[in-house]
């Protein structure tokens, strides 16, 4: 079971850095990946960041609907440092089960991915919290515990979204 941290101290940390970096230190990639993601890098501190931002929301996520915000953050074995390829392959993985899991169920959507510096940050929009864990914990009740920690607040404005939608 994965339990939620009310603090958003490293969210918001990360947040920080990227739209800094985003001000004078981030290119674009301008072809969008498969399912409409932008790619972004930038620095925090002097070491790279990946920022992978969803382009376009799918058809079923209004804004309205989707008013909590989830940070769900892997540490990495190496501080500071970009994930190893095991680690990438670990990360995927989790990504892929979260996301299916959530985006099924209509309860969360990954808006956002922030990889660097010792750190693979995924940002959820959900219904709620309490759907989106409940969801997350069913997800992952089999499987062996993760090195995350998980980071809830409240943004029906999305603005956290927004800060990377703006610098388009």
């Avoid at 390829?85 to 956002?112: H, I, M, N, P, W």
């Avoid at 409940?134 to 089999?142: E, G, I, R």
């Avoid at 515990?145 to 603005?159: F, G, R």
């Amino acid at each position: 079971m994965v339990r939620s941290r009310p603090t958003l101290n490293l969210m918001t940390r990360r947040f920080l850095a990227a739209v800094a970096a985003m001000l004078g230190f981030i290119s674009s990639s301008a072809t969008p990946q498969e399912r409409g993601w932008d790619v972004l890098k930038g620095n925090d501190s002097g070491q790279l960041l990946v920022i992978r931002h969803l382009s376009a929301l799918p058809s079923w996520a209004g804004r309205a609907a989707f008013p909590k915000l989830v940070a769900v953050t892997w540490r990495l074995e190496n501080a500071g440092q970009m994930p190893t390829k095991a680690e990438s392959k670990q990360t995927y993985e989790f990504e892929d089960l979260l996301s299916a899991a959530v985006e099924t169920q209509r309860v969360g959507l990954l808006t956002t991915v922030v990889t660097g510096n010792g750190v693979v940050e995924w940002q959820y929009y959900a219904t709620s919290h309490e759907s989106f864990m409940a969801t997350l914990n069913k997800a992952l009740s089999s499987l062996p515990k993760y090195p995350v920690s998980i980071a809830l607040q409240e943004d029906p404005t999305w603005s956290a979204y927004s800060r990377f939608t703006a610098k388009k």
